[in-house]
């Protein structure tokens, strides 16, 4: 410091200050607060008018789902009960229909005593599925595993499975969860078998049939495997004598191993599903049709093939314009024209092959949307290795597109989901409208009209909702860039 | 094929069809195509022989005859005398109907939330977000269902409106009076009407002519003012104000025309146990409306939001770095870039849209479905045809939509090298 300095300045602090907070307009809430919801003329309306939206809300709908009754008989009986609680002017939600017709909602009118069978189906589900979709992380994979085995036990413990059932369902379980830890090749054939041991489990009747159908594949294999040197020609000679197996052998070989040793359960027709076993059924089998479908459709459309090319554009244009109703209604009204004079085929196999077709169309442009995006190099690296179509395809091309796509398929799979419920228009008893329909007309829960749909609603969206988390959590898992 | 110069090519030989890359193309077309064919005439065969066991012909008569049944919503003279040509054609009017409100209503309530989810408020983004993940999650047939029963159970009967110390009160400056069967909104009234020109059945008011000239003259002269300045600006640098001769090409005509009909608002009046005066809108057009709105919108705001985040800070900071104003910097450099993300996708939304109207089954709108696919295939049992003509008029609806879309699309595209 100069000399001057020292008479013009009066006092020098010699001593650092100690740190002083800051200011409470700077700190914590009021900060947060000030930030976030106050900080200028336009915010403080916008707050201003949430608060608004928030109080109408929690206004008109809070005090009827406080005043919730769980425990009743009927509405006459839920209102006698909320009255005498809460008032007579009260209003209050009568959840004790969910309680009273939860099996209706879940089930449909699947036999009582079966209920155990769409248990272990869907429980089942998660064990075919823990290879494919829980692979990386072996913790995740057994937490599922766990969790699907222990509970879906529980339930049909809960539910009043027979004992023989019970230890049926333990043990195919438990062996499966093995397999899948001990032997990860294996459960993934596994996994391919399930579709036919879940179509066995709900829909019940002979396993031989299933068999004899799987059967056929192991035939073709078999054909294709003997001629592999022959090419293309073993690829076509495996088809047919499927086929052949399939349409002339198959039914009588069933029925003669049948008779030797029975392995029946008790049948099951289409008009005994009902609630969300039949959404989730539809739903989890178009998913799985409709993914191989629409990759095949997006390599054809994206085929340099003109003929194969033509075919996919017309077949997914056609499918992408009309809605999903015209295409339910055909399912239901126009097939058995299709068909050769006297057949007829059950209804939810209709319902599902057409699903499936319209989810296909759209899988197909979401995945050629992959394609496309992928770098012009890729296919140029893949034909540079010597690769031929197929391998280039399997090997480099689809891996990359199908993750870029995720999102978009998932988003598919979600709207199939949702769209499930539209088969009540074709007289099947889907969980949102036939089934609330069907509650209601019941003398009990005459004007019941909020509950159901709030409660069929909040599974959906629990379904949809984890569906597209999965999704978001499977996009960071397989992110290859940008670390 | 691919034939390259001194080598020669070897001799054809059958064999070539299956191992020589350059034919086997041919013969997997020719095959695949082959099975297409046989699966064709497989279906039309049995379709055929199904017909006749059945006594049934393939004939489109029955759209020439008398319908003999009655449609709420209509947009057209139609009454029960009509043929079923003229019920499918106001089923196919109600459809169009009820998807124009739904996308205009949707792209509205889309483009507010999907902005309004961006916004830094804490409250209305989580507001905004919960709205569209409740939305997009939940079946929209559930949606249909819970409005449909909120106006059919909560909304007042008309009744409701009356006496002295009414039950319930219209809404909207006593314009709109929600009821349990209808919605009465005002309707359009003119005390200088200027006639109409008869086309059949229907007219077209001279004023709807009036004012449809009104307006596309005012857009090409603001093209033509715009030309100018353009020109004025390369000239000169200096761009003359034209916003407000814009404004009153709009405005003047408009209002003078208005002025000299004697155009108002005719609020509903109620009269004995119903509204009159005004236009009573059927619940189910209402109901679908809404549904379809409120569903739709939630796509279309995460559709916006993610082309509002899909223009990079960058873009904005070089605009503010050049000098442009926010309103220019919006204008010119972040909306062209965000719509080119947008309007892909939202066209597909539009075609979503028009496609689920067909749920209108569920509130027993009388879209195309409903007459054509419903009342008229039953009362016909003329199921193929109904289906065919139904579904081929959809196909053509949506392959118009997306195909004006996409020469909007084009126009905004970004011009590539």
């Known amino acids: ?483 | 094929m691919v034939s390259y110069p001194g080598v020669d090519n070897p001799p054809f030989r059958w064999s070539m069809l299956i191992y020589d890359r350059r034919y086997r193309s041919l013969t997997l077309q020719a095959i695949v195509f082959i099975l297409v064919m046989l699966l064709a005439s497989w279906l039309i065969d049995n379709t055929l022989r199904n017909l006749s066991a059945m006594g049934k012909t393939l004939s489109f008569d029955f759209l020439f005859r008398r319908a003999g049944y009655d449609i709420p919503q209509q947009l057209i003279p139609y009454n029960s005398d009509d043929t079923h040509l003229r019920a499918t054609v106001v089923g196919l009017l109600n459809t169009l109907l009820v998807s124009l409100l739904g996308c205009i209503a949707a792209t509205i309530v889309g483009v507010v939330v999907g902005v309004l989810r961006l916004s830094s408020n804490w409250l209305i983004a989580r507001l905004m977000t919960v709205y569209v993940e409740v939305f997009r999650n939940i079946p929209l047939l559930l949606w249909i269902l819970v409005i449909l029963a909120i106006f059919t159970e909560v909304m007042p009967p008309p009744n409701a409106y009356r006496g002295e110390n009414p039950a319930a009160s219209m809404i909207l400056f006593d314009t709109i009076a929600p009821t349990n069967r209808y919605t009465a909104i005002p309707s359009l009234g003119m005390t200088n009407p200027p006639g109409t020109i008869a086309l059949g059945r229907e007219g077209i008011s001279w004023a709807f002519v009036a004012y449809v000239a009104v307006i596309v003259l005012a857009f090409i002269g603001n093209r033509l003012l715009r030309t100018r300045a353009q020109r004025i600006q390369d000239a000169t640098g200096k761009r003359p104000t034209t916003w407000w001769i814009t404004l009153a090409m709009f405005a003047v005509p408009l209002l003078l025309l208005t002025w000299w009909f004697g155009l108002h608002l005719i609020p509903p009046v109620l009269r004995g146990f119903n509204f009159a005066e005004g236009i009573n809108m059927d619940n189910a057009l209402v109901v679908l409306w809404l549904a379809l709105t409120l569903y739709t919108g939630a796509f279309i705001a995460e559709i916006v939001r993610a082309g509002i985040l899909a223009v990079s800070r960058g873009q904005s900071e070089a605009a503010f770095a050049l000098g442009l104003r926010p309103r220019r910097t919006m204008s010119l450099v972040i909306l062209p870039q965000a719509l080119r993300v947008i309007i892909p996708p939202l066209i597909s939304q539009y075609l979503n849209l028009t496609k689920n109207s067909s749920l209108a089954i569920a509130v027993g709108y009388m879209d195309l479905r409903g007459t054509l696919g419903g009342t008229t295939l039953n009362q016909t049992g003329r199921e193929m045809e109904c289906m065919v003509l139904m579904m081929g008029i959809y196909l053509v609806l949506s392959l118009l939509i997306s195909g004006g879309m996409n020469v909007f699309n084009s126009r905004v595209k970004l011009r590539e090298r």
């Open chain 1, 1 to 483: 410091m100069s000399e001057t300095h020292a008479q013009t300045v009066a006092y020098v602090r010699d001593t650092m200050l100690p740190p002083a907070p800051p200011p409470v307009t700077e700190r914590g809430a009021i900060k947060w607060l000030r930030e976030n919801l106050f900080s200028g003329p336009l915010n403080i309306v916008l707050t201003l008018i949430g608060l608004g939206i928030l109080w109408l809300l929690v206004s008109t709908i809070g005090p009827w789902l406080s005043h919730s009754v769980w425990n009743a008989n009927g509405m006459a009986d839920c209102r006698k009960i909320i009255a005498e609680t809460w008032g007579p002017d009260a209003t209050g939600a009568c959840f004790a229909l969910i309680k009273h017709r939860w099996n209706q909602f879940v089930f449909g009118f699947y036999p009582a005593a079966l209920y155990w069978r769409p248990v272990l189906a869907f429980g089942l589900l998660f064990l075919a599925l823990a290879p494919v979709l829980f692979s990386e992380s072996r913790r995740a994979r057994r937490i599922v595993l766990a969790l699907a085995t222990v509970l879906s036990f529980a339930i049909a413990l809960v539910l009043g499975a027979p004992m023989p059932a019970l230890a049926g369902m333990a043990l195919l379980m438990l062996a499966w969860a093995v397999l899948i830890e001990i032997r990860p090749a294996w459960a993934l054939l596994a996994s391919l078998v399930y579709p036919l041991l879940a179509v066995w489990l709900l829909w019940g009747g002979s396993l031989w049939s299933e068999i004899a159908v799987l059967a056929g594949f192991g035939i073709g294999f078999g054909v294709w495997r003997a001629g592999a040197r022959f090419g293309l020609f073993a690829v076509a000679a495996a088809a047919v004598v499927a086929v052949l197996w399939w349409l002339f052998l198959a039914g009588p070989v069933a029925a003669a191993l049948a008779g030797m040793l029975p392995l029946r359960l008790q049948p099951v027709s289409s008009d005994q599903f009902g609630g969300f076993v039949l959404s989730i059924t539809i739903g989890v089998a178009g998913i799985a049709l409709s993914l191989p479908l629409g990759i095949v459709l997006a390599l054809a459309r994206r085929s340099d093939l003109p003929v194969i090319k033509l075919l996919a554009v017309m077949f997914i244009e056609f499918i992408r314009g009309v809605p999903l109703i015209t295409l339910l209604f055909v399912a239901s009204l126009l097939l058995n024209y299709f068909l050769p004079p006297g057949t007829s085929f059950d209804i939810i196999l209709r319902v599902i092959i057409m699903v499936t077709l319209f989810a296909a169309a759209y899988m197909a442009e979401v995945i050629r949307g992959g394609l496309a995006a992928l770098p012009k190099g890729q296919y140029e690296a893949a034909d540079a290795l010597g690769l031929d179509y197929w391998k280039a395809q399997r090997l480099i091309v689809l891996p990359q597109a199908l993750k870029i796509s995720i999102p978009g398929i998932v988003s598919t799979f979600i709207g199939m989901f949702k769209d499930t419920t539209l088969v009540v228009f074709v007289g099947l008893f889907d969980p949102l409208k036939a089934m609330a329909d069907t509650i209601r007309a019941s003398f009990e829960w005459k004007g019941a009209y909020w509950e159901p749909y709030i409660f069929v609603g909040s599974i959906f969206f629990i379904l949809c909702f984890g569906m597209s988390r999965y999704s978001m959590y499977l996009e960071r898992r397989l992110k290859r860039d940008h670390r």
